[in-house]
């Protein structure tokens, strides 16, 4: 029997004797990253790239290797040990050649077109099923909503969808330039910090204008611009968002990050709640958040 016939699972295991355990979501992009590797015969390529370390990755980033050539093949270069092609002499390391990605679902990646750095999210993998994520940036991508000064997303994100031989989508992703996470540190007056809170609200404040509640504002999800101060500040990761009409509907929803007291204890049975209305107490967290970030370097600044 071919190398590459049903077991692929067994084999796999073996390669990652000591990592058994992936999330929900996370088996799933395991399973389609087998499927690749079965239907394109891959499986011993990517055997002997774990083995002589060219390729090195952790199980639930095996989707990012079965996808790579395909990546390769739309003009972006992602880490070589993520990667079954041969790195690309034209192509800068990005930081994940040297540092661990932290959020299994995007890696840095090099566009060779305009040969800049970008983030490349996996938004999707089942078409059928629907991804409010890519729902959203459709929407403010696109007029009237791209050319207003208020919208808060990265309006230059791309939607990519790789496909197949048979045209069936395999994974949608967003691709969105190289920003900056928000640290308030480099918020050195208290201009800058008016600044960053008014555009913190005002960009909340267009998302519900247009009928979009974020559902999980927090400062690990706003990115801001390379340059300043000023710097532009940028909503990301709409996962939890959901568009509604009516803004006065109550929901059951279990929150974000940050954690509605009304939601009650029992998170598996939430309170009816008001989505908008949360991501405006969430919103005051995270000014709160970032606010005593800087404080507390502050004095540890100061007391040292």
């Known amino acids: 029997m071919s190398s590459e016939g049903p077991n692929l699972g067994s084999r796999l295991v ?31 390529d990517f055997a002997r790239a774990m083995a002589n370390g ?23 270069v992602i880490p070589s040990r993520y990667s079954l ?59 009237p909503y791209v050319n207003d000064t208020r919208n808060p997303i990265v309006k230059e994100t791309r939607i990519v969808t790789l496909r197949d031989d048979e045209d069936e989508a395999l994974v949608t992703l967003l691709v969105m330039p190289l920003l900056t996470p928000v640290c308030s540190t480099r918020f050195h007056t208290h201009a800058s910090r008016f600044e960053f809170a008014r555009q913190i609200i005002h960009g ?55 954690r509605l007291p009304e939601l009650g204890e029992d998170l598996s049975h939430p309170n009816l709640y008001n989505p908008f209305t949360a991501d405006i107490y969430s919103l005051s967290v995270t000014w709160f958040h970032f606010e005593s970030v800087r404080f507390l370097l502050r004095s540890v600044h100061f007391g040292a």
């Open 14 to 44: 073996k390669l990652f004797p000591d990592q058994n355990k992936l999330g929900k979501g996370q088996i799933a992009y395991a399973a389609l990253a087998l499927y690749i590797f079965r239907k394109r015969a891959l499986f011993d």
């Open 54 to 76: 060219s390729v090195s990755i952790q199980l639930h980033e095996l989707l990012w290797v079965a996808v790579s050539q395909d990546l390769f093949a739309q003009g972006y």
């Open 85 to 143: 092609s041969p790195p690309h002499r034209n192509a800068p390391a990005t930081s994940a050649d040297r540092n661990p990605v932290t959020d299994w679902r995007t890696l840095p990646a090099f566009c060779l077109s305009s040969r800049s750095h970008v983030v490349l999210k996996i938004a999707s993998i089942d078409e059928s099923s629907k991804s409010e994520e890519i729902e959203v940036y459709r929407l403010l991508t696109r007029a």
């Open 204 to 258: 909340l404040a267009y998302l519900h204008d247009v009928g979009i509640c974020h559902g999980d504002i927090h400062l690990s999800n706003l990115l801001m611009s390379n340059s300043g101060p000023p710097f532009k500040i940028y909503f990301i990761d709409f996962d939890l968002a959901r568009r509604e009409d009516d803004r006065t509907r109550m929901v059951a929803w279990q929150g974000g990050k940050i």
